[in-house]
Structures are given as C-alpha cells and as structure tokens.
C-alpha cells in the first residue's frame, strides 16, 4: 500500500498484484445497478456504509476490480470502523481530509475502468465543514452551498457511471425536513434538491427491528427503490421494491 497527498487529498493505492477471487453471481437488481448514478440515504448507524463495504467485495468477485471509495466523513477516516470497512470492501480508498475537494479528487482522476464501483461518502461530511467554516452554521448560505456541491458530484458521478457501466453512489443522510412527503417516503435525501435530476436511482437504506417475547432483538436491514429513471415507454420493474441486502451482497 503507497499513499501520496495531492492539495489536502490523502490517496492511497496498493502496489501488489492481488489474485482475482473466482468470478461469482450477482444478484438481478446489482446487475441492474451497473452504469446508474444511485443516491443511497438513510439514517445515521443504519448501515450504509457497511453494506457499500460488502457491495464492493461482491463486485470486486465478480468483476475482478476494485471499487473506489472517497470518504468525506470523520466517522470513517483513520477510525476503527474505517479500518474494518477497508478489509471487508478491499477497495481502493481516498481520504479526503478537506471534504470540498471532493470535486477536484473526482477530476484528478483518469482510470475509471480499472473500479467496479464509485462511492462518495458521504454528502454529510460536506455538509459538516461547510457548516464549521460558516459564522452561521444553519444560515441560507450553507444550506444552498451544500446543494451546488450535490449537484455537481452528481452531475460528475453520473458521467463515470454512464461512460464505464459502474454503479457510481453518493450517500446523504436522510431528513423530514424541507420538502415533507417524498415520493410517498417520510423523510427525503437532505441537501440534494435539484441535484437529483441527474440521479438514476434513489434508494432509501431502511433498518427494522423486531423482537420476540423473550424481549430478543432481531434487526433486518433494506434496500428501497424510490425513485428510477427509465424511458416513458419501459416501466421500471423494480420501482418501490424493498430488497433484504443479504440477497445483495
């Protein structure tokens, strides 16, 4: 493993050859996944991150390449969980200690077809410096600075995820504030406003638990499709599925 800082971007890369794990299968809806640029929201300690970490693994299987993670969040960079997210996914990392660079560590970028996956996470840890650098953290400003920055993540993801068939993700945590009902959901993906023109699929990542009358407690984690992009004439097939992510990954 090499790492190199460019302009606040940490990059680190491996320097081995790895073996090529056997080639496995994927699950109908990944496939349906490849070449999308996906908003994936949810709330805090649900999951996300860790269930992009086993998605990664399976395409990594499947596809022989690593995907590409760029981690804006402090929850993630240089903690215990980064650590095991790192080993479960075996993906290639950014750290990127001063999240508006995000979108130059985007364009610094050439190679897109030696990943099986592009993911941003997450849009909160933009959110957050924006927030600390303000003299008013919920001032107007902040608020539309963070939906330019969605906007033009998205508009870059949805190019390298169109011109190299690779699922491209940006996760954003969820809220029920702003804009109320979305598309029948009670909480929406915070901050991205219009930026979700250029979004393919919308996934909300639910958590549920239950428990038995031992008072066990049994979680189950979800996959939900809110929004997808499909021409008039072709109906989405999978448009209000909610998929367990152990059929996924």
Do not use: C
């Not at 993700?169 to 809220?175: C, K, N, S, Y």
């Amino acid at each position: 493993m090499s790492e190199f800082t460019i302009e606040g971007l940490t990059i680190k890369t491996k320097t081995k050859n790895e073996e090529i794990p056997k080639r496995r299968t994927l699950h109908p809806f990944v496939k349906y996944m490849l070449g999308k640029a996906i908003v994936l929201y949810g709330q805090p300690f649900v999951g996300k991150s860790t269930f992009l970490a086993y998605l990664a693994s399976t395409l990594k299987d499947y596809l022989g390449k690593p995907a590409r993670f760029y981690w804006l969040d402090r929850n993630l960079i240089g903690t215990e969980l980064g650590k095991a997210l790192r080993d479960i996914s075996r993906a290639d990392i950014v750290e990127i200690r001063y999240p508006r660079a995000i979108i130059r560590a985007l364009k610094y970028e050439r190679n897109w077809g030696n990943f099986s996956m592009v993911v941003v996470d997450s849009l909160t840890g933009l959110a957050e410096e924006l927030s600390r650098n303000a003299e008013y953290p919920d001032s107007p400003q902040v608020i539309m600075s963070t939906v330019r920055y969605a906007s033009a993540l998205l508009a870059l993801l949805s190019e390298i995820a169109h011109d190299n068939n690779i699922p491209t993700i940006l996760v954003v945590h969820e809220t029920a504030m702003w804009i109320g009902d979305f598309f029948g959901e009670n909480a929406n993906p915070g901050y991205t406003g219009k930026a979700l023109k250029n979004a393919d699929l919308v996934l909300r990542f639910l958590l549920e638990r239950t428990s038995n009358k031992k008072g066990e407690i049994t979680e189950e984690r979800f996959i939900k499709v809110v929004l997808d992009r499909v021409p008039p004439d072709k109906p989405s097939k999978y448009l209000g599925a909610k998929i367990n992510i152990r059929e996924l990954v």
